[in-house]
């Protein structure tokens, strides 16, 4: 793949998501991505963004100060 900022060839790999929801800050492990070789811009695939959505929703009802969620471990 890719990368949509430089041009660099972009390698499957995991990240780590952080979403700052003003009074909660939901972080999300081993999220599957493309990362970029040259410039490190992390990719998502659309169905991979739509789980993130799921997951960041979910986490919202839980409203805690600071959330960590094992991105393979949610159904």
Known sequence: MLCMECG???E???T???TDLENCLVIIRNVPC???LECNEVIYTADVVQ???KIV???KKFM???SIIDYAKVA
């Open 8 to 10: 660099g060839t972009a």
């Open 12 to 14: 499957k790999g995991y």
């Open 16 to 18: 780590t998501d952080v």
């Open 34 to 36: 493309y990362k970029c």
């Open 51 to 53: 789980r993130l959505e």
């Open 57 to 59: 929703e979910m986490a």
């Open 64 to 66: 805690q100060e600071v």
